[in-house]
């Protein structure tokens, strides 16, 4: 571990991974993080840099092996193609060109445009869109499919909320940093000394943007998220035993309301006014019938 601690290290002290903003420019959240400053530009401890992404790797494997998802984030110009390699080698979401506000903390919202994006690519890929719509309706909705692809390309198969999110550069992308701080989603964030890592749970101070040290620790995290996930062993749905007695009986084989009436016949509804029934007379308790030899309502003739 020492020896890949070290290695790790020396990677990034050679892509220059170890230096900081103007000192000007620096967030006093990461001061323990700095190893000084040298002509008013701060350099950064590589070693706690080391300690801090190991530390984020053992959360991001446990969260893998969980079956937890993961969001991998970076829009910025410099980034964005180093990100977009890095979550399609972990098989992982991510955002690359820009983030919609609410794709966290209104994610039933979210999920419709995710929905509506899938429903067209599948009807495209089927020859659907071909048949059922003019040339000018497949312009509109090749429209529609190119601006949801580019919002929501990357997140297009996520299904329930991350566990996780992994940011590079936290300041730039503040937006989606605060709704997983709202949400309780874990954030682990590749920082330059000018972000504010406070309420970040893995923060990772680094030169955030340059392209060899960016690559480097986004590397390590793929692996790390590839290899946990290949743990990952989906819950196995248990099937309800039967009842007692064998399978369980439809509603249509279940007795009448009212128990088993055996041979007996069923009484018809209209019996008692057929006379088989008749009500009994005032005289004995019963109700008085009015005659229905003649309406009462119709007057007598003079």
């Known amino acids: 571990m020492q020896n890949e601690t070290q290695q790790l290290v020396d990677r990034l002290f050679k892509t220059g991974g170890h230096f900081g903003f103007q000192k000007s420019r620096?967030?006093?959240?990461?001061?323990?993080?700095?190893?000084g400053t040298?002509?008013?530009?701060?350099?950064?401890?590589?070693?706690?840099?080391?300690?801090?992404l190991e530390?984020?790797?053992?959360?991001?494997?446990?969260?893998?092996r969980n079956g937890g998802d993961v969001i991998f984030i970076g829009t910025k110009d410099e980034s964005q193609t180093i990100v977009r390699e890095a979550a399609l080698e972990a098989g992982a979401s991510y955002v690359v060109n820009r983030w919609v506000?609410?794709?966290?903390?209104?994610?039933?919202?979210?999920?419709?445009r995710?929905?509506?994006?899938?429903?067209?690519?599948?009807?495209?890929?089927?020859?659907?869109?071909?048949?059922?719509?003019?040339?000018?309706?497949?312009?509109?909705?090749?429209?529609?499919?190119?601006?949801?692809?580019y919002n929501f390309g990357g997140v297009r198969k996520l299904e329930r909320l991350p566990k996780m999110i992994v940011v590079v550069d936290a300041r730039h992308n503040f937006i989606p940093v605060e709704e997983a701080k709202k949400l309780g989603i874990q954030i682990l964030a590749l920082a330059g000394t000018d972000n504010d890592v406070t309420g970040i749970a893995y923060p990772d101070i680094m030169n955030d943007s340059l392209v060899g040290a960016v690559k480097t620790v986004l590397g390590e995290l793929a692996a790390t998220?590839?290899?946990?996930?290949?743990?990952?062993?989906?819950?196995?749905?248990?099937?309800r035993a039967p009842r007692e007695g064998?399978?369980?009986?439809?509603?249509?084989?279940?007795?009448?309301?009212?128990?088993?009436?055996?041979?007996?016949?069923?009484?018809?509804?209209?019996?008692?006014?057929?006379?088989?029934?008749?009500?009994?007379?005032?005289?004995?308790?019963?109700?008085?019938?009015?005659?229905?030899?003649?309406?009462?309502?119709?007057?007598?003739?003079?």
């Open 246 to 302: 064998g399978e369980r009986r439809s509603f249509r084989d279940r007795a009448p309301r009212g128990g088993d009436r055996g041979d007996r016949p069923r009484r018809p509804f209209t019996a008692r006014k057929e006379g088989e029934h008749p009500r009994a007379p005032r005289a004995q308790g019963g109700r008085p019938q009015a005659s229905r030899s003649e309406p009462s309502h119709v007057p007598k003739a003079a």
């Open 114 to 149: 995710l929905a509506r994006l899938q429903d067209l690519i599948t009807q495209g890929e089927t020859g659907e869109l071909d048949r059922k719509y003019t040339k000018k309706e497949r312009g509109m909705i090749n429209h529609e499919m190119k601006k949801l692809t």
């Open 26 to 35: 620096r967030h006093p959240s990461v001061v323990q993080y700095l190893f």
């Open 38 to 52: 040298k002509e008013g530009t701060d350099i950064i401890d590589l070693e706690k840099t080391a300690a801090s």
């Open 101 to 112: 506000g609410g794709t966290l903390t209104n994610f039933a919202e979210a999920r419709k």
């Open 55 to 64: 530390t984020a790797k053992t959360a991001l494997a446990n969260i893998a």
């Open 225 to 239: 998220y590839k290899a946990a996930r290949a743990e990952y062993v989906p819950p196995v749905a248990i099937a």
